[in-house]
T-cell receptor, first 111, second 108 residues
Framework: SQTIHQWPATLVQPVGSPLSLECTVEGTSNPNLYWYRQAAGRGLQLLFYSVGIGQISSEVPQNLSASRPQDRQFILSSKKLLLSDSGFYLC??????????FGPGTRLTVL | QKEVEQNSGPLSVPEGAIASLNCTYSDRGSQSFFWYRQYSGKSPELIMFIYSNGDKEDGRFTAQLNKASQYVSLLIRDSQPSDSATYLCAVTGNKLTFGGGTRVLVKP
């Protein structure tokens, strides 16, 4: 069966510091991968998606970036965090354009 | 107009009652429809999907789809306090698009 991992589970970072969140998927090949952010009490905001190694599509302009160095690895990064980057970051995978399955998430607090 | 719209709630229902959640979508070409449940502080989990017009039942959950009217609904029968969560509707056209979610509170 497929499993999706995210780490760390929680993170507290100062403004202006860098960020690296990692997501890995097990049990499937060539998945579509997604990064979402969910601000407190808000809906899901799609940040990036990838249909293959090195292929990244950005949904919103911001100070975040994503990379997919391996088929089942997806990384979200920032060089300098802003207060507004605080939120719940979710990685998801899908086998096609339909249902997505979410990882446990990373709760990021920027102080 | 948002692509997928849901009433944010909270929808308050007494224990044992039926909770009825609605979702409307704008893309008439949408083909697949999903309901996710998200407990506070947790990630969304898929609970139902429906592709064809009509009803689909799974345990205490029933999804209803009406493509002509462009809405999909979720009924939760015999609501339990453990059903208290935010329910997200998601619709596939050329990509999966989520609504903002409806918060449900089931009161004992």
């Amino acid at each position: 069966s497929q499993t999706i991992h995210q780490w760390p589970a929680t993170l507290v970072q100062p403004v202006g510091s860098p960020l690296s969140l990692e997501c890995t998927v097990e049990g499937t090949s060539n998945p579509n991968l997604y990064w979402y952010r969910q601000a407190a009490g808000r809906g899901l905001q799609l940040l990036f998606y990838s249909v293959g190694i090195g292929q990244i599509s950005s949904e919103v302009p911001q100070n975040l970036s994503a990379s997919r160095p391996q088929d089942r690895q997806f990384i979200l990064s920032s060089k300098k965090l802003l207060l507004s980057d605080s939120g719940f970051y979710l990685c998801a995978w899908s086998a096609g354009p339909n249902e997505q399955f979410f990882g446990p998430g990373t709760r990021l607090t920027v102080l | 107009q948002k692509e997928v719209e849901q009433n944010s709630g909270p929808l308050s229902v007494p224990e044992g009652a039926i909770a009825s959640l609605n979702c409307t979508y704008s893309d008439r070409g949408s083909q697949s429809f999903f309901w996710y449940r998200q407990y506070s502080g947790k990630s969304p989990e898929l609970i139902m999907f429906i592709y064809s017009n009509g009803d689909k039942e799974d345990g205490r959950f029933t999804a209803q789809l009406n493509k002509a009217s462009q809405y999909v609904s979720l009924l939760i029968r015999d609501s339990q306090p453990s059903d208290s969560a935010t329910y997200l509707c998601a619709v596939t056209g050329n990509k999966l698009t989520f609504g903002g979610g409806t918060r449900v509170l089931v009161k004992p």
